[in-house]
């Protein structure tokens, strides 16, 4: 190593060694400084202890008893003193246990807490600040605070003290309140009554859109808040048909201050108000008063029509040819309408009070009445027959319609009964039995007395038959021709006197009939009558679809169909005829249709061909009494019959069977 290089270490080596000398030099002087700053904390922590003793001491003769927590802490939030309820209220004991009120402190109310410490230390106190907490058992809690900054002699800042109260349930509390405060206001702003709260001095407090509406004022609720009323009473006076009774009245009930329900206005538009008036005394001062109005219009007119009608009623009732009367539960004639006085000959005075089964009716009928009365009791109405003796003693028959009568709570409490005077209908009732009687025993004598009549008729129409049938027989090459023509036609009118008197039989026979109904299948009915009937060639009877199976008389029903078809193949004029049957059902018939293309009817004669000896062609098979005949079994089974027909385009005959 050269001279110079050991001369440049050495150096190096001198300069580290005074560097450090000046180091330990620093570190002497800066450790000395920091004993004689820990001295200085050490007496000022003695006195902050000693001034914190000192006020703890004045304070705590304050303190001991209040209901709140008292807490003192350091600067940085340290817990130095806390009473009781403070213990209570944070569920921790600083005495146990190092507490630092900032970890108390919710999480979201950590900024908010840091900007009031620091409205704290720059004002000295700070009053009414709100903060949620969080116990040491986890339990959120609202708390209200009031505190200050606790000084030394000198006037630095030392410690921070508070009053903390517990507001969770109060702050809960003043919300429901106010909910509830809220639910009130919008209830009363949708009334329907019109409502205005008026202070002692008559000013507005609160009122409701409804008010605004009734008195057609151009403002919200909440805009009259604060109005005089009575310069407002002034103005809405003009709304009512009695302006200044109006006034009057307003002015005399805030007079007398007394309580006021049902006072009725009469608005210039029609509608009528129902006002309640209601004092508002606290501790026996006049506090204000509460108006309330009610539109009764409706009401009203519903009262003026009830009115109305029970005046009519109460005139029906009393005027009609009814009997009305009214008893309890025991059956006692509790009131009796004019016209029932009438029937029974006893005046009102002498049937009020007294039971109506002893008054009007005998032993028998009593049972009746009786058992009535108890279907009435159980809420049922009937209506029966009795027999009485009215005042005179004279016998009457009675219909009675009976109904349980209710009180407005929908109790029964008796009956309600109308009777109808039907003596005079049951005498004629018996007449009428007895005259059906003797019609019944007059059909069966005419209808046995036509059996008779034809029987002893034919007899002697065969004998003359016969008779002129030998002479024909036994002088045939004698006889020229105007003589056998003539004897012809004495064979053809005798033959037509034979159909005559057989369907004269048959149409006595069709009103009675011992047959019971049963079931008639139609398309075997006709399948089997178009093989009887004679049918030329040239015309073809059709079935349209599947005819129905019906009830009725058997042999009536295929009389009916028999008469139609067989007038449709006599009447039948062209030489491709046809007939056509169908039918269509309804709810409560069945409806059937025979159609041909014959000779067809005369409008003109549509409603006389039903009526017996009325043929319209003098056909020598025709009598005149085959559509008779089919209209009576028509009516027989409870349908109709009719036609449409032109002549010469063929006829449609339509009749109907009840099913």
Known sequence: MAASDVEILKRALDREKAARKQAEKILEQKAAE?????????????????????????????????????????????????????????????????????????????????TNFQELIKHGSLTDVHVKIMTKNQQIKLVHINCSIIYDNHGKPKAAQGIVRDITKSNEDEK?????????????????NAVLLEDENRQIVLTNNRFCEFFEIPMRPEEMVGFDCSEAAKNSKELFVNPDGFIAKVDEILRNKEMVTGDELVMVNGRILERDFVPIIESGVYKGHLWSYKDVT???????????????????????????????????ILMVNQSFCKMSGYSEEELVGKNAAERFLNSEDRKIFKKETENRLNGKSSSYEVQIFDKNNEKKYWLISGAPN??????????????????????????????????????????????????????????????????????????????????????????????LIGDILDYSSLNSTNKEFTEIDCNELLVDLIKVIYVPSHIEIKLH???????????????????????????????????????????????????????????AFHDKIFKIFHALNKNKDSTGIGLSIVKKIVDLHQGVIWLESEVGEGTTFFFTLKK
């Open 176 to 192: 429901k309140l106010i909910e509830s405060e809220n639910r009130l206001s919008t209830l009363i702003l949708n009334l329907e």
């Open 545 to 603: 679809g599947k005819l129905p199976v019906i009830n009725g008389d058997r042999t009536k029903v295929n009389q009916l169909f028999q008469n139609l078809l067989s007038n449709a193949v006599k009447f039948m004029d062209k030489d491709k005829g046809l007939i056509e049957v169908s039918f269509e059902e309804t709810s409560t018939h069945y409806k059937f249709k025979i159609k041909d293309n014959g000779i067809g009817i005369d409008p």
């Open 298 to 332: 409706l009401k009203r007119s519903y009262r003026k029509s009830l009115e109305a009608q029970k005046q009519k009623y109460s005139s029906i009732i009393a005027n009609m040819n009814l009997g009305l009367v009214e008893v309890d539960q025991n059956d006692n």
């Open 34 to 114: 920091l004993y004689e700053l820990t001295q200085k904390l050490q007496h000022s922590n003695k006195q902050l202890e000693s001034l914190i003793d000192e006020k703890t001491s004045e304070l705590n003769g304050v303190f001991e008893n209040i209901v709140d927590a008292y807490v003192v802490t350091d600067l940085v939030g340290n817990v130095l003193k806390m009473n009781d309820p403070a213990i209570g209220l944070l569920e921790a004991d600083f005495e146990k246990e190092s507490i630092n009120i900032m970890n108390l402190i919710h999480p979201t109310e950590y900024d908010n807490v840091m």
């Open 406 to 499: 209710y009180d407005i709570n929908g109790k029964i409490v008796g009956s309600i009964g109308i009777h109808l005077d039907i003596t005079d209908f049951k005498s004629l009732q018996l007449q009428k039995e007895l005259l059906l009687s003797q019609l019944a025993k007059s059909n069966d004598e005419l209808h046995e007395y036509a059996h008779i009549v034809s029987h002893d008729l034919k007899s002697p129409l065969r004998s003359i038959y016969a008779l002129v049938n030998w002479l024909k027989e036994d002088n045939l090459e004698k006889y020229d021709e105007t003589s056998l023509k003539n004897i012809s036609l004495i064979e053809e009118t005798l033959e037509k006197m034979e159909q």
